[in-house]
């Protein structure tokens, strides 16, 4: 069974900035800027942006639509293959350009599917980005950030971040401040690689994309 490892927010509850989206009846596309911006904390400012649009969507635009929106920003976001790579772990190395093919595709739908579903209504939160960075070694540092919900306590949400050619991006997120999403698929991949090899891995992530999309993507 895959975790769905994003903060608990269902569907009542979404991120926000002070910069607001106006939603019209128009398809909308979030804007991000490329790789030449080298703060750490600009990704996870480009990401907030993109969510804070598909929240205020929320039901006038379709799952589809508003994958289909977050995607672009999602994978400049994040380093998805390093997200992979480290969730799988060892095996990761021993597997084919093919096999690693199939897993990065899956995984790619698996990982926006699980924001569009997460992030999908509006009700007054902000998204606030602590000042500074935290070095982790090995050159990553940490963006610290924090869901400020109107009905509750924050929620941490903490960004690994790692330099590369395309600039800063995103390895890891750490819920409360501490709980790796890598660490726990991991878990839920080993299961799934153990009981059927790649192709179980890649029907587990196809069936969780099904259920977060109700349907829509498989």
Not at 15 to 28: F, I, K, N, T, Y
Not at 194 to 212: D, Q
Request: charged share 20%.
């Amino acid at each position: 069974m895959l975790t769905q490892h994003l903060p608990d927010l269902g569907r009542r509850t979404v991120l926000g900035l002070a910069m607001a989206a106006v939603v019209s009846a128009a398809p909308w596309r979030p804007t991000f800027a490329g790789p030449a911006d080298t703060a750490p904390q600009t990704p996870i400012m480009q990401l907030d942006n993109a969510l804070l649009a598909a929240m205020k969507a929320g039901d006038t635009a379709s799952f589809d639509n508003r994958y289909r929106a977050l995607e672009p920003v999602i994978e400049q976001v994040f380093n998805l293959d390093a997200v992979l790579g480290a969730s799988i772990g060892l095996s990761w190395a021993t597997m084919s350009d093919a096999q690693k093919a199939k897993l990065e595709a899956a995984f790619r739908r698996y990982t926006v599917s699980s924001y569009v579903s997460n992030f999908d209504s509006y009700n007054g939160q902000s998204f606030e980005i602590l000042p500074g960075v935290r070095p982790v070694g090995n050159g990553e540092v940490v963006v610290q950030t924090r869901l400020i919900r109107t009905d509750d306590s924050p929620v941490k949400l903490d960004y690994v971040m790692r330099q590369g050619p395309a600039g800063w991006q995103v390895v890891d997120v750490l819920t409360d401040g501490s709980i790796s999403r890598v660490a726990v698929q991991r878990s839920d991949f080993r299961q799934l690689l153990l009981s059927g090899g790649v192709p179980a891995l890649a029907a587990g992530l196809g069936r969780k994309v099904a259920s977060l999309s109700g349907g829509m993507l498989s």
